[in-house]
C-alpha cells in the first residue's frame, strides 16, 4: 500500500528557527511577583481583596497624574464595591452639570454613571505640572505595553540607584525596565504610602502587585467571564471533536 | 440550458421548489453525489475551513459594524465601548480580530497544499489564479480592518502602506492624496477604509464563489496528482468528506476558540491600545504577521537602480521595493505558466520536493526578517566588521538585513528554478490509478 505523507521534521525545524536568539536588548524583561497572578492561568480570577487595594493604591497615588478616563464609578461594583459603596465614592469628585436655566454651568456631584473625574483639564495643564512630560492614561496601559502587567509590575518595583556609567538627564529617574531606562516619573510607592483597611502592610512590593492586578481588571474587565466560557467552549469542542471523529470513522469504515 | 434527468424528491414541498427551482437538485449534485477523490488527506480540509473563516469574519463584522464608528475621535472609544459595555462584544471584537490571523493561516495552509501537490497545474489554472486573486482581496481587507480600532499601529500602518503609492512615477504623490482623501491619513481616511472593509469581504465571497464554481468543473486534485479515471477513483462527497470536514473543523476551532479565549492579543501589538497620535511615531512599526515576509520583501531593496556607468536612476530603491512586494503575488498568480511539469504531485517530483520545503523555509525567513527592525543584527553570527570613528574595528553580529535580501532573491529564484527544473528533473512513475494506489491489490 503507497500513502503519500506530508514529512514533520522540517516543520519542526522551521518552527525552531523562528526562535532563534533576538538581539539583545538593555531593557530588562519584566517579570512576575514572587507567586505570579491570581488571574492567570486557564481558570484564573481576579484576587478581589487585592482589586479593591489596587484601586485604593491607584485612587490616593496614581490619580495625582494619571486618568482612568474608559471607567466609569458604576464599574467598581465588578470589584466587590456595594452599589451604596459606589455611590459614595462617586459623591466624592464633582464633575460640570448640564447647563441651568440660566445657562450656567455648576459643578455637581458625580454619580455612578460618570466617568472617573481626569486630574487635569487637558494634556497642556498635564504637561505644565509635569516637567513637561505627559502621565499617560492607565485605562489600557496593561493592554498597551510589551509584558503586560508584569511590566507594570516590574517598573513599579524596578527604581534602582543608576549604573556608574549612565547619566541621568535633569528631572528623569533611572529605571532599567522603562525603554530607555529614563523615566520622567520619580518613583511612586513608598513604604507605608497607603494605609490598607484589612491590615495588609503596604509594602512596595505589595501596593505594586495591588496596583497592577487592578490595571489588569482596567484594562480587560471581561476576564473571567472571557476565561470561564472559554473552559465551557473548549470542553464542549472537545467532546464534540471526538463524537465527529467517531462519526468520520463510521461513516468510512464502508469504504477500507 | 440543458435539462439533465431530474430524479424527484419524496417530500412534496422541496419537489414543487424543485421543479421550479431545481436548487436541491444542484445542491444534491453539487455537494451530495459530487464525485471526489477518495484518497484526500486532511490537507484537503483547509478550502472548506477558509469558507467557513470568511463567513465567520461577515457575520462578527456586520455585528460589530451596528457598534462601530468611524470617525477619528470616537473610533477608539467605540471599540472599547464593545469591548466594554456591549454585551458580548468582547467576545464578537476578539472573535473578528483573531479570526483574520485565522483566515491567513487557513489559506496560508491551503496554498501551500496546492503548491505541494501541484493543483494550479492545468486544468485548474484558472481555479489557482482566482484563488490569488482572494488573497489580494484579503490582503487589502485586513489592512483596512486593522486601520480601523484607530490604534498607534492603525495609523502608522494605514500612513506607511498607503505611502508606498507615492513610488509611482510622475502621479505617484496625487494617488496617495486621493487615497487619503486629504493630505494625511485623517478622518476621510477611516471613513473610506470603513465603507471598503465592509464591502470587500463581499467582493470575496463573489470570487469564492467562482473559485468553487471552477472547483466543480475540473474537480478536485488529490495527493497523488493523477485524474480519476472512473467510479472505482471516487466516493461521493457526501458523507465521506463531510464527515472528514466536520472532523478537522472541530480541531481547527478547537485551536481558534483557545487563541480567542486564551490569548486573545498574542497576534496582536500592543501599541494598538495606544490611540492613534499623529505626533507620535511608534518606535517599530510593524504590520501584522501575515504581511511580514512581503514586508521582508518590501524591505529588502534598498538600493536604486541605475542605468551602468551613470547617475540616472531608472528604478528608485522604494519603486523597486514596491515592485518587488507586488511582484511576489504577480509569481503566485503566473505559477501555472511558469511550472510545465506534466507530473502535479511533489510525491514524484524528487526535486520538486526539496525545492517546496527550501521555499516554505524561505517564506519563513521571510517572516522573521520582517517582524525584525530594519537595523536588527544576527548577534551569534560574529562574521561582519564594524569600525568606529577613529577606526577601530571589531567584529559583530551579521546585519539582518542581508538575510532578507537573500531570503528576498531566493523567493523569486524559486520560481526560475521551476520554470527550467522541468528539463532535468527525471519524476517517478505515476501510479496506475487512485485505486490501486490506495488499494493496493484489493482493488
Known amino acids: ?256 | 440550458m440543458a435539462h439533465q434527468e431530474r430524479v424527484p424528491f419524496d417530500n412534496p414541498v422541496i419537489e414543487w421548489v424543485d421543479q421550479r427551482l431545481p436548487v436541491f437538485t444542484m445542491m444534491a449534485k453539487e455537494y451530495g453525489v459530487f464525485p471526489s477523490p477518495r484518497n484526500f488527506n486532511y490537507l484537503w480540509n483547509f478550502g472548506a475551513l477558509s469558507l467557513f473563516v470568511l463567513v465567520t469574519m461577515i457575520v462578527t463584522g456586520i455585528v460589530l459594524a451596528m457598534q462601530y464608528t468611524p470617525h477619528t475621535s470616537l473610533a477608539f472609544d467605540s471599540v472599547e465601548r464593545i469591548m466594554r459595555d456591549v454585551n458580548w462584544g468582547w467576545l464578537i471584537r476578539y472573535i473578528h480580530m483573531n479570526g483574520a490571523s485565522m483566515f491567513f493561516i487557513v489559506v496560508y495552509i491551503h496554498i501551500f497544499r496546492g503548491l505541494y501537490y501541484g493543483s494550479y497545474k492545468q486544468p485548474r489554472e484558472l481555479l489557482w489564479m482566482l484563488g490569488v486573486v482572494i488573497l489580494l482581496l484579503m490582503m487589502a481587507t485586513a489592512f483596512m480592518g486593522y486601520v480601523l480600532p484607530w490604534g498607534q499601529m492603525s495609523f502608522w500602518g494605514a500612513t506607511v502602506i498607503t505611502n508606498l503609492f507615492s513610488a509611482v512615477p510622475l502621479v505617484g504623490d496625487t494617488v496617495v492624496t486621493w487615497l487619503w482623501g486629504g493630505f494625511s491619513v485623517d478622518n476621510p481616511t477611516l471613513n473610506r477604509f470603513f465603507a471598503l472593509h465592509y464591502l470587500l469581504p463581499f467582493v470575496i465571497f463573489g470570487v469564492a464563489f467562482l473559485h468553487i464554481a471552477a472547483l466543480h468543473i475540473c474537480g478536485s486534485n488529490n495527493p497523488l496528482g493523477i485524474e480519476p479515471k472512473g467510479p472505482q477513483d471516487t466516493i461521493p462527497f457526501h458523507p465521506y468528506y463531510t464527515s472528514k470536514d466536520m472532523f478537522g473543523m472541530t480541531i481547527f476551532l478547537l485551536f481558534f476558540a483557545g487563541m480567542v479565549f486564551y490569548a486573545p492579543n498574542y497576534l496582536g501589538h500592543p501599541d494598538n491600545y495606544i490611540p492613534a497620535n499623529p505626533m507620535v511615531t511608534p518606535p517599530h512599526i510593524v504590520p501584522e504577521w501575515y504581511f511580514l515576509p512581503f514586508y521582508a520583501i518590501l524591505r529588502a531593496v534598498t538600493f536604486d537602480i541605475k542605468i551602468p556607468f551613470t547617475d540616472i536612476i531608472v528604478i528608485s530603491s522604494k519603486l523597486g521595493g514596491v515592485m518587488a512586494m507586488f511582484g511576489a503575488i504577480v509569481a503566485l498568480l503566473l505559477l501555472p505558466f511558469i511550472d510545465r511539469s506534466p507530473v502535479r504531485s511533489a510525491v514524484f517530483r524528487p526535486i520538486y520536493k526539496k525545492l517546496f520545503w527550501v521555499f516554505l523555509l524561505d517564506c519563513v525567513v521571510l517572516t522573521y526578517v520582517g517582524g525584525m527592525p530594519a537595523d536588527a543584527k544576527v548577534e551569534w553570527l560574529k562574521i561582519q566588521q564594524y569600525c568606529d570613528d577613529k577606526n577601530v574595528c571589531s567584529w559583530g553580529g551579521l546585519e539582518l538585513q542581508y538575510i532578507g535580501k537573500l531570503a528576498m532573491l531566493y523567493y523569486f529564484g524559486h520560481f526560475v528554478i521551476l520554470f527550467f527544473l522541468p528539463r532535468y528533473e527525471k519524476t517517478l512513475p505515476l501510479p496506475q490509478s487512485i485505486a490501486a494506489a490506495v488499494l493496493g491489490n484489493k482493488a
Not at chain 1, 513637561?132 to 518595583?157: I, N
Not at chain 1, 556609567?165 to 513608598?190: C, E, H, R, T, W
Not at chain 1, 504610602?193 to 495588609?200: C, R
Open chain 1, 1 to 256: 500500500m503507497q500513502k503519500s505523507r506530508f514529512p514533520l521534521a522540517p516543520t519542526a525545524l522551521m518552527l525552531a528557527l523562528l526562535a532563534a536568539p533576538v538581539a539583545a536588548n538593555e531593557q530588562l524583561e519584566p517579570h512576575a511577583p514572587n507567586g505570579g497572578w491570581k488571574h492567570s492561568g486557564i481558570t484564573g480570577t481576579f484576587d478581589r481583596a487585592a482589586l479593591q487595594r489596587g484601586y485604593q493604591v491607584y485612587k490616593e497615588v496614581c490619580a495625582a497624574c494619571h486618568s482612568l478616563r474608559l471607567l466609569s464609578y458604576r464599574n467598581l461594583t465588578d470589584i466587590g464595591f456595594n452599589e451604596e459603596q459606589v455611590k459614595a465614592i462617586a459623591a466624592g469628585y464633582e464633575v460640570p452639570a448640564e447647563p441651568d436655566d440660566n445657562g450656567e454651568i455648576k459643578m455637581r456631584k458625580a454619580l455612578p454613571s460618570d466617568h472617573f473625574v481626569k486630574p487635569f483639564a487637558n494634556e497642556k495643564a498635564a504637561r505644565a505640572a509635569n516637567n513637561g512630560a505627559l502621565p499617560p492614561d492607565l485605562s489600557l496601559m496593561v493592554k498597551a505595553r510589551h509584558g503586560g502587567e508584569d511590566y507594570v509590575y516590574s517598573l513599579l518595583t524596578g527604581y534602582t540607584t543608576p549604573p556608574e556609567d549612565v547619566k541621568i538627564m535633569p528631572g528623569m529617574n533611572y529605571n532599567p525596565y522603562f525603554p530607555g531606562g529614563q523615566i520622567g516619573m520619580p518613583a511612586p510607592l513608598s513604604e507605608g504610602a497607603v494605609t490598607y483597611a484589612d491590615g495588609t502592610k503596604a509594602t512596595v512590593d505589595q501596593m505594586a502587585h495591588d496596583v497592577a492586578t487592578f490595571l489588569t481588571w482596567a484594562a480587560e474587565p471581561k476576564l473571567e467571564a472571557r476565561k470561564q466560557t472559554g473552559l465551557k467552549v473548549m470542553i464542549f469542542l472537545a467532546v464534540f471533536a471526538g463524537i465527529m471523529y467517531a462519526v468520520k470513522r463510521r461513516v468510512w469504515s464502508k469504504l477500507h
